[in-house]
């Protein structure tokens, strides 16, 4: 993982002379400008930097549009300077003469020590270059970041102080903002200045829409909707008091903006009990961006290796943070089988992602789910990666009653015309996906009749269906046997 840099090591290693620096970057215009601005502020005895590209070469400079040529320009100037190269990437992999040059300049370097800053995305070097260049990575800007710009552009700009009138509309701004460039800020005000009627949330909406369009992009992770009404979950009393918790002590703003947020939690259980619906609470309660990572996506290739896939993801859920981040069945990318399959790959995921898990410095909420936990390997489940493991497991009665409610209103049913015991009873061994595909169904019997739905329509519904603990008895016996002294139960003991 490359190192990533601030103004403040910038200027040190111009200041100590270093020859020769690598920034990746997604933002040319703001890498350069990073660079110009400190320079500015604390380096006025080195001269400003100046920029060269393979279609201008450096500016008012006639015969340097070569990329060898303008490097030889720049080599020999008889003065302490910066001079910024935009596209040599693109040459010097093939040019024997560029990767010369530079090794020769790094190994006589003269008493005006000039550094030379290439600029460019993530890419491999030259082998020839590799211990001669200094790569470090440009971020996208983080809260303070986008604080400052939002704050300075808040001055000049008289729709952003309309948007945003006091502090908690600011810090929603900036939640949103998060893993963002300036650019997309920019374009985002400019959409809003075409709605006469415009507020901070159409401002929020479509920085959040962006963000979808970039995770889609990656075709590795994509943005899930986690709404307010997703936060009713019925039962999982044990999970419940164990976000009540957190939030009692460090308090629902403090953990929407990143501050004292818990590494994770790894959710296992039977499939159709709630899971993916309880992570989608999580995101919901704490107004944190949930994203989702597909693991199998990673292990296809379609985007890369299945390392450097993974690398990608938790940067951009870095650049993200805080939100939460979603690995739905994890065991599917990181199991004992992938090992024994594909060692090599298996292991080098497996090692990235749990130093990742142990150091990340960004607030990154972990939130996986698992339905054959058996699977993963032990050096995940250990105490310190997650912060709980926790097992849903079949709902009981009153959970059942809940579930009930909770659809019955989803449906706009009034629940004074049924009795949710006599449900919940009749529903002895059903998952809550099972209890809402139910009633779903009955509501659809209803309609189809033109009338009302009853209780007798939700009891048929129940009857004509074969629950998953009857048809996976073996497997449901098993996994609960795993979990007896290995997890804490999410659901309330009966």
């Not at 093939?94 to 460019?120: A, E």
């Not at 039962?235 to 460090?250: D, T």
């Not at 953990?255 to 919901?284: D, H, Q, T, W, Y």
Request: proline content about 4%; charged content about 25%.
């Amino acid at each position: 993982m490359q190192e990533r840099i601030t103004a403040n090591h910038l200027l040190r290693l111009i200041a100590a002379g270093t020859p020769l620096l690598y920034l990746a970057t997604d933002n040319e215009a703001r890498t350069e400008s990073m660079i110009t601005r400190s320079m500015e502020r604390s380096l006025k005895s080195i001269s400003m930097p100046q920029t060269w590209s393979c279609t201008n070469g450096f500016a008012n400079v006639e015969g340097t549009i070569d990329p060898l040529a303008g490097l030889r320009w720049a080599l020999s100037q008889d003065y302490r300077g910066v001079f910024i190269f935009k596209d040599l990437h693109w040459f010097w992999h093939d040019s024997p003469f560029l990767q010369r040059t530079l090794t020769d300049f790094v190994s006589q370097r003269q008493s005006h020590q000039k550094t030379l800053i290439f600029l460019g995305p993530a890419t491999s070097m030259p082998e020839m270059l590799q211990r001669h260049v200094q790569t470090f990575e440009h971020p996208l800007p983080d809260r303070v970041e986008l604080r400052s710009y939002l704050e300075n552009r808040c001055q000049r700009d008289s729709l952003l102080q309309q948007l945003a009138t006091n502090e908690d509309d600011f810090n929603h701004l900036i939640t949103a903002a998060q893993g963002l460039d300036y650019g997309n800020i920019d374009s985002a005000l400019r959409l809003c200045r075409t709605n006469k009627n415009a507020s901070i949330n159409d401002l929020t909406d479509s920085l959040f829409l962006d963000k979808k369009q970039l995770l889609r992009k990656s075709g590795i992770m994509e943005f899930v909707n986690a709404s307010p009404a997703s936060a009713q979950v019925g039962g999982m009393e044990n999970l419940k008091q164990w976000l009540e918790k957190r939030e009692k002590v460090f308090g629902c703003n403090d953990l929407a903006e990143g501050r004292n947020l818990p590494k994770g939690v790894l959710i296992m259980g039977i499939s159709g009990c709630g899971k993916s619906l309880f992570v989608k609470a999580i995101a919901a309660r704490w107004r944190l961006p949930l994203i989702r990572m597909d693991m199998a996506t990673i292990y296809e290739g379609t985007y890369g290796s299945p390392e450097s896939s993974l690398r990608q993801a938790c940067r951009t859920a870095e650049a993200l943070s805080p939100c939460v981040l979603w690995i739905d069945e994890i065991e599917a990318g990181i199991s004992n089988q992938g090992f024994k399959s594909d060692g090599g790959s298996a292991s080098r995921v497996l090692g990235y992602f749990l130093t990742w898990m142990q150091e990340k410095q960004h607030p990154v909420f972990v939130a996986a789910t698992a339905n054959a936990i058996e699977m993963l390997p032990a050096e995940i489940l250990r105490k310190g990666r997650f912060d709980e493991i926790f097992y849903v497991a079949l709902p009981a009665v009153q959970e059942r009653e809940d579930i009930f409610r909770i659809h019955l209103e989803k449906y706009g049913h009034p629940l004074d015309f049924f009795s949710l015991s006599m449900l919940a009873h009749s529903a002895k061994g059903f998952s809550g996906a099972e209890i809402e595909q139910a009633v779903a169904s009955a509501s659809f019997e209803a309609m189809a009749m033109e009338r009302p739905i009853k209780q007798q329509d939700i009891m048929e519904a129940i009857g004509r269906t074969v629950p998953l603990s009857v048809t996976m008895a073996e497997q449901i016996k098993k996994i609960e046997a795993w979990a007896f002294k290995r997890a804490v139960p999410a659901n309330q003991k009966p």
